[in-house]
């Protein structure tokens, strides 16, 4: 676009050039998401959506797996904070490693938020691997499974945002339908302990605002994926270190893994390659959809995990499961229809109505004729 003005010996040219030639990397990939190598922005908005949820149930279920297998190990259940430790120095070493091979690799979000979402960061992963070895897995479910409604709520004071009644019933039918998936599963081993107890409740306030304030910062600041999670993780590894360090926790626990290399340190890195394929994953679904259906997304996963869990072992079953398996199905579909309700229009109770009414009269008709 050229605008020129000839005024006597004034003149005046302004040049926009296309955005293909001269704009900066920084421009141009200003509404990319990348994740691992995938400009998922090339694609439309479906898509996205499942390449971000295939990501998210292939790789969490893995590190699910790998979870239980690590705390299954005879002595390791008191080295949950540990295991975060070193988890979050791979994630550190992934990230930067990604950062590298993206073009912008400026920090765009202020190290005052990155203190902030690293400190909830290690607190909803610290405190969940922890409650692990005070608890059973299944225990632990029924408490994450209800971080649905923390986020919803995080999201009305963190954001302001306002949601629909769809929104919360989803939120209600998956709470409802984990927690009575999970209960017969509980109730074969139960292991509750306070103490296991109040470490993942902590976890799972953390984890309600954690989101929201991924999402915020995230839009706000227009943030890649990969500065997010190295930022986020490396902090938290100081964090982590230091607490260690100031109540001596550190040197049991290196020595008792240097005795079992494999089974820790092995384990551990696969555990937190999964985890951080995972995270990038849930991270392009918070950017994108928003910190509810990424949530909605995970929660959707355990109760895979758990489905899963019956078909590769062998564990009592009751028609308990079904019913429950069926309320969180119901929830995710009031999820996707309240972010779609422009597209998908349910019959209100009058159209049902008015359509029986009709079909009503057009058979006495017939009978009449």
């Known amino acids: 676009m050229d605008l020129k003005f000839n005024n006597s010996r004034k003149y005046i040219s302004i040049t926009v050039p296309p955005k293909t030639q001269t704009m ?12 691992l190598g995938i400009n998922l922005s090339r694609f439309n908005k479906l898509t996205q959506f499942f390449i971000c949820v295939a990501g998210v149930f292939v790789f969490y279920l893995i590190y699910g797996y790998l979870q239980e297998l690590i705390f299954s190990m005879e002595g390791f259940k008191s080295y949950g904070w540990y295991l975060t430790l ?3 120095a791979f994630y550190s070493i992934f990230g930067l490693i990604e950062l590298q091979l993206i073009q912008d690799k400026r920090r765009r979000i202020p190290g005052k938020t990155y203190m902030i979402i690293a400190f909830l960061t290690v607190g909803t992963m610290g405190l969940s691997n922890t409650s692990l070895g005070y608890l ?21 004071f963190i954001q302001g945002k306002r949601y629909n009644i769809a929104d919360v019933s989803a939120a ?3 709470s409802l339908g984990l927690i009575w998936f999970t209960l017969a599963d509980s109730t074969i ?5 306070l103490t296991g107890v109040i470490l993942i409740s902590l976890a799972l306030c953390a984890d309600a605002v954690i989101g929201n304030v991924q999402e915020k910062a995230m839009k ?6 990969s500065e997010m999670v190295l930022y986020s993780y490396s902090i938290g590894f100081v964090y982590i270190l230091l607490g260690l ?3 001596s926790g550190l040197g049991p626990a290196v020595t008792f893994c240097s005795k079992n290399p494999i089974q820790t340190y092995g384990y551990a890195f696969l555990f937190s390659l999964t985890g951080y394929f995972g995270i990038s994953f849930v991270l392009a679904l918070i950017k994108i959809f928003g910190a509810l259906l990424a949530v909605t997304v995970t929660t959707g996963r355990k109760a895979m995990t758990i489905v899963l869990s019956f078909m590769f072992f062998a564990k009592p079953f009751t028609f308990q499961y079904v019913w429950s398996g069926l309320l969180v199905v119901l929830g995710i579909f009031l999820n996707v229809y ?28 017939a009978q009449t004729v």
């Open 86 to 88: 070193v988890q979050f």
């Open 136 to 156: 059973n897995y299944p225990t632990q479910v029924i408490f994450k499974c209800c971080k649905l409604i923390p986020v919803m709520l995080g999201g009305v």
């Open 338 to 365: 309240s972010k779609n309700m422009d597209k998908i229009r349910l019959p209100s109770l009058c159209d049902l109505i008015n359509k029986a009414v009709e079909m009503r009269k057009s058979r006495t008709l």
């Open 245 to 247: 360090t100031c109540t």
């Open 172 to 174: 209600v039918c998956m």
């Open 220 to 225: 706000l600041h227009n943030a890649s994926n």
């Open 189 to 193: 081993a139960p292991n509750f302990n």
């Open 24 to 35: 900066s990397p920084h421009i141009k990939s200003i509404d990319d998401i990348v994740v």
